[in-house]
């Protein structure tokens, strides 16, 4: 017995791609726009308001895209493997655009811009994670890698795996970034102990690190802007 209800099924007051083809996607709301991506619900259930009910959970907005996992996502009735990894697809996709929007306004020497372009992939993460964005001799962004998932420590850091890394892509400068998941992007002992390390290895090697920038919710902090690089 099928127990899943179409687009078609449902009434047409409730059909969100209908009024996307009258009056464009702009016109829907954040859940009419998730039933589209969702196409069904349940037999209880219309896909409008199994959107409605995701929304409902965690963050109570569009954020649960990127922060519920997709084992939280399951938990909720109506929502399989599929439509979980269909969702957070769409998460991936919206960060993408909002990159590389921001990607020609990215400054080595302008901390902010750093920050603003890494800030919607780091802070929602509720691990902390270690990213290196390596530059040009023309401050041209060449790359990024995630070199460290975890607690930021000297024991966990490789400068070893960080300056390998920038070799392979020929980088004249690099820039540290991290998230805290408390929100809160204050320096921490292991973070100055980490900074100090692989700047002391970037002189060696002739990389210079031109940053740190540690990512909290909506606000970061640069080692560079606030003379902590030594």
Same mark, same amino acid.
């Given at each position: 017995m099928n127990t899943h209800i179409t687009m078609k099924e449902?009434?047409? +007051?409730e059909q969100p791609l209908e009024k996307c083809f009258r009056y464009g996607a702009q016109a829907l709301s954040d859940a009419e726009l998730l039933a589209v991506i969702l196409k069904t619900g349940t037999r209880n259930l219309t896909a409008l308001q199994l959107a409605q009910l995701f929304l409902s959970r /965690?963050? /109570?907005?569009?954020?649960?895209l990127s922060s519920m996992l997709p084992e939280e996502m399951q938990m909720i009735p109506g929502i399989?493997?599929?439509k979980a990894a269909q969702l957070k697809c769409i998460a991936e996709l919206a960060e993408r655009i909002a990159r590389? +929007?921001?990607? /020609?306004?990215?400054?080595?020497n302008e901390p +902010? +811009? =750093?920050a603003d372009y890494y800030m919607e992939s780091l802070r929602h993460k509720t691990k902390e994670h270690l990213l290196l964005a390596m530059f040009d001799a023309k401050s041209n962004l060449l790359g990024d890698k995630i070199v460290s998932v975890g607690t930021v420590?000297?024991?966990l850091v490789s400068p070893r795996e960080i300056f390998l890394k920038a070799l392979e892509y020929r980088a004249v400068h690099i820039v540290l970034l991290h998230n805290h998941p408390s929100g809160d992007p204050t320096p921490s002992e292991a973070d100055h102990a980490v900074t100090s390390r692989v700047a002391e290895s970037g002189r060696i090697l002739g990389i210079a690190l031109a940053d740190h920038i540690i990512i909290g919710d909506?606000?970061? =902090?640069s080692f560079r802007e606030n003379g902590l690089l030594g």
């Open positions: 449902m009434p047409e +007051s /965690k963050e /109570k907005n569009l954020l649960n399989g493997q599929v590389t +929007s921001r990607l /020609k306004n990215v400054r080595l +902010s +811009s =750093i420590t000297n024991s909506n606000r970061y =902090i």
